[in-house]
């Protein structure tokens, strides 16, 4: 195995409400996560990486007092999109990679923000 | 920095063969991987490939040169359920991943 699991897998929210994801690695432990966003019809942007017990590293572009993200555990990495808008709706992807260099895919969460 | 290229679109028939070309330009290269995706999935692991040369599995086979800063993924024998896109993606220095756009495979019976 190396299964990674988001929650909640859609989620619709109105415009200024904040929007917390999970993503676990569910059989094993993951020093480090990643999470993307892909809109529609366009390739997957990596947003920020997450290392346990320290802050994420946020990709150019990316406002990290909106998207905060936290990875407490081992398994576990969260991403808070805060003050949401309508153009926050997006699929958002996590990863969390084990020993080498392969990174194992969440099934996303669907973001619609009305 | 990152630069990966592949086409946006292929066609091909049910039974034939099919190579999806990429070309990077990547610091700190560290491997590239391939792909598949369904719409409105998450990507599923397809190859990783760090070394020159090609390496097979299954139906799908992934080839890479470092020097030319060029991959490709052969998918044989293709079957309907091959229509996805695929995508090219390199790991940096810091091993996070740079995607590609994309290519969206159809398979036409």
């Known amino acids: 195995g190396a299964v990674v699991s988001q929650h909640p897998s859609r989620v619709i929210c109105k415009s200024g409400t904040s929007v917390k994801i999970e993503c676990r690695s569910l059989d094993f432990q993951a020093t480090t996560m990643f999470w993307y966003r892909q809109f529609p019809k366009q390739s997957l942007m990596l947003m920020a990486t997450s290392n346990e017990g320290s802050k994420a590293t946020y990709e150019q572009g990316v406002e990290k007092d909106k998207f905060l993200i936290n990875h407490a555990s081992l398994t576990l990495s969260t991403l808070t999109v805060t003050s949401a808008h309508p153009e926050d709706s997006s699929f958002y992807i996590c990863s969390a990679r084990r020993q080498g260099d392969e990174q194992y895919f969440g099934p996303g969460t669907r973001l619609t923000v009305t | 920095g990152q630069n990966i290229d592949q086409p946006t679109e292929m066609t091909a028939t049910e039974g034939a063969i099919v190579q999806i070309n990429c070309t990077y330009q990547?610091?700190?290269?560290?491997?590239l991987f391939w792909y598949q995706q369904h719409a409105g999935e998450a990507p599923t692991f397809l190859s990783y490939n760090v070394l020159d040369g090609l390496e097979e599995k299954g139906r799908f086979s992934s080839f890479l040169s470092r020097s030319k800063g060029y991959s490709y993924l052969l998918l044989k024998e293709l079957q309907m359920k091959d229509s996805a896109s695929y995508l090219c993606?390199?790991?940096?220095?810091?091993?996070?991943?740079?995607f590609g756009s994309g290519t969206q495979l159809t398979v036409l019976p």
């Open positions: 990547t610091s700190g290269f560290n491997g």
């Open positions: 993606a390199s790991s940096g220095s810091a091993r996070q991943l740079t």
